[in-house]
């Protein structure tokens, strides 16, 4: 789905160069007395892939969400350069009723672009996620994976400039999981759109990501910040990589002490 009008503290305007996604001394508390976030600071770049971990419970939904201007922060700021942002939520949510054309079309429908740029955008993001041949099928005929493949390229259709993405593949078997991570990192390649991907799993940070963000337990603070120095497109053996193992251990060992 595509976002407009991002809720934000902050003028875009004051946005420090390059920089396209600011968050700035941000806290949330709940009207429950929960806090979520703690003085949160994070700046992604034009082009970053920025993947976040954490435990669970720590905030990075809630961060995500404020990026999207989905929710405000209690305290502090968060801006975007752009209102070119599309979300995808940890569902599919695919409408049963409207054939895998009609969904991804459906972001396009509501911009109100004419048909048949609606028609041409969303078969060139239906044949970039490999779903060619399954434009005219409905939702319940689809595997998880493909269900998935049909939200993202929903969300291509709007030719983003922000990408953010709340666990996409978390409810995915193993394979298929590896197989949308080797899409999307792909598909990131060649767009060159900026993204912020939540996670719980490090490899799948490492995979995707040219910054892994690492979340302290509640409430979430920011505790390391690596760059992942692996070039784009990156293919499925990456993984049996030793630099690659050398990242996982590294991020993990520094997820485990922020559990304590």
Not at 43 to 60: H, L, T
Not at 67 to 72: H, M, S
Not at 210 to 233: C, E, K, L, Q, W
Request: with cysteine; proline share 5%.
């Amino acid at each position: 789905m595509t976002l407009h009008d991002t809720m934000s503290d902050v003028d875009a305007r004051h946005l420090t160069k390059g920089v396209v996604v600011s968050v700035s001394g941000v806290t949330k508390q709940y009207d429950s007395g929960t806090r979520a976030l703690a003085d949160v600071d994070l700046d992604i770049a034009e082009g970053d892939f920025v993947a976040v971990v954490g435990p669970s419970g720590c905030g990075k939904s809630t961060l995500l969400r404020m990026a999207a201007g989905l929710e405000r922060p209690s305290a502090g700021s968060v801006a975007l350069a752009t209102d070119s942002v599309g979300f995808i939520f940890q569902e599919p949510t695919l409408l049963p009723w409207r054939s895998v054309r009609a969904n991804v079309e459906l972001v396009a429908e509501i911009a109100r672009l004419p048909k048949s740029e609606r028609r041409t955008r969303a078969q060139r993001a239906i044949d970039a996620v490999g779903l060619t041949g399954f434009e005219s099928q409905l939702p319940r005929m689809l595997s998880g994976g493909m269900k998935m493949r049909a939200s993202l390229a929903r969300t291509l259709t709007s030719e983003p400039e922000v990408m953010l993405l709340d666990e996409p593949f978390g409810a995915l078997d193993e394979m298929t999981r590896l197989d949308m991570q080797t899409e999307l990192q792909r598909l990131y390649a060649e767009r060159g759109f900026t993204a912020m991907f939540i996670t719980h799993s490090v490899s799948e940070a490492v995979f995707l990501a040219n910054r892994v963000i690492v979340m302290s337990a509640r409430s979430g603070r920011i505790v390391a910040d690596t760059r992942i120095d692996f070039p784009y497109p990156r293919h499925p053996e990456l993984r049996y990589d030793p630099q690659f193992t050398a990242y996982v251990a590294e991020i993990s060992d520094t997820l485990r002490e922020a559990r304590q």
